[in-house]
T-cell receptor
Framework: EAQVTQNPRYLITVTGKKLTVTCSQN?????MSWYRQDPGLGLRQIYY???????DKGDVPEGYKVSRKEKRNFPLILESPSPNQTSLYFC???????????FGSGTRLTVV | TQLLEQSPQFLSIQEGENLTVYCNSS?????LQWYRQEPGEGPVLLVT?????EVKKLKRLTFQFGDARKDSSLHITAAQPGDTGLYLC???????????FGDGTTLTVKP
């Protein structure tokens, strides 16, 4: 089944403890992207990647890092999480930008 | 930062009614997408429109891309309770790789 898999689905952590949210797609898509979704603010793009080893900032990249060492994986790294990063995070992929995204099921992160 | 404004923000209607959701921007997009999202799940793509003036139909849903590629609309005919959900539009600039989502329209269709 073609899908984007995110892990974990739920995560509660403490301020300052580094964490990684994994994202993997099995559709050989070149384009991948991370979003956060907050009430009243909609989906905001954090980082995106046009291909392996090519990443770029979205609209809200502060406090996040990404890497794209392999085509299928695009992990999101929070080096020192803070409470304002409490949110619902989605990873998405597509054959090309603008081609329509396939989203993962989301990761609900709470930072206390 | 490009902005996409969706209206209305909330819509509650009876089964069988028609409705239209609007997505407007002052910016031009290479393509525009519509998604439907259910609670606790990721958005699911409904349609992508790429040509100014384009109209696409998906059963009871009709999508239109504005001539200037700055706006779009989603029209649902004879809404059903299964149409309930959050509808999101997203504008994409292909070369830049950036995408911008509207804040969404929460649709409730009552039986």
């Amino acid at each position: 089944e073609a899908q984007v898999t995110q892990n974990p689905r739920y995560l509660i952590t403490v301020t300052g403890k580094k964490l990684t949210v994994t994202c993997s797609q099995n559709m050989n898509h070149e384009y991948m992207s991370w979003y956060r979704q907050d009430p009243g603010l909609g989906l905001r793009q954090i980082y995106y990647s046009m291909n392996v080893e090519v990443t770029d900032k979205g609209d809200v990249p502060e406090g996040y890092k990404v890497s794209r060492k392999e085509k299928r994986n695009f992990p999101l790294i929070l080096e020192s999480p803070s409470p304002n990063q409490t949110s619902l995070y989605f990873c998405a992929s597509s054959f090309r930008p603008g081609g329509g995204y396939t989203f993962g099921s989301g990761t609900r992160l709470t930072v206390v | 930062t490009q902005l996409l404004e969706q209206s209305p923000q909330f819509l509650s209607i009876q089964e069988g009614e028609n409705l239209t959701v609007y997505c407007n921007s002052s910016s031009v997009f290479s393509s525009l997408q519509w998604y439907r999202q259910e609670p606790g799940e990721g958005p699911v793509l409904l349609v992508t429109v790429v040509t100014g003036g384009e109209v696409k139909k998906l059963k009871r849903l009709t999508f239109q891309f504005g001539d200037a590629r700055k706006d779009s609309s989603l029209h649902i005919t004879a809404a059903q309770p299964g149409d309930t959900g959050l509808y999101l539009c997203a504008g994409v600039n292909t070369n830049a790789g950036k995408s911008t989502f509207g804040d969404g329209t929460t649709l409730t269709v009552k039986p």
